[in-house]
């Protein structure tokens, strides 16, 4: 399904179908809870192999315009646990992001 507009993104992350809600906190201010914001989002923690080294690849994907201000050393907690963004990619459309995260 190829997400169109602002309606499709609404449907794409409700938490009553298919997302949570997740904290997000860009970096680099002086307080930063003061800049927390709830975001909707899928979140995954998918599992991956890499050179027989086995782990999981906690990662949620979100309506870009929510992080429009992502960058290193911002923080989401999702489920009660807290990361730090590691990277970001947005998605093809520009529409949505998908947040690389390790658990701190």
């Not at 192999?49 to 315009?65: F, R």
């Amino acid at each position: 399904m190829a997400i169109e507009d602002t309606d499709d993104l609404a449907l794409f992350f409700d938490t009553d179908d298919f997302a949570i809600e997740f904290k997000y906190t860009p970096p680099s201010y002086p307080h930063p809870s003061s800049k927390t914001r709830k975001i909707n989002g899928q979140f995954s923690r998918g599992y991956v192999e890499t050179a027989g080294v086995q782990g999981d690849y906690p990662h949620i994907v979100c309506a870009l315009s929510e992080v429009a201000d992502i960058a290193e050393g911002a923080r989401v907690t999702a489920n009660s646990i807290e990361y730090k963004i590691m990277d970001w990619q947005p998605s093809d459309s520009q529409s949505t992001v998908q947040l690389i995260l390790q658990e701190q």
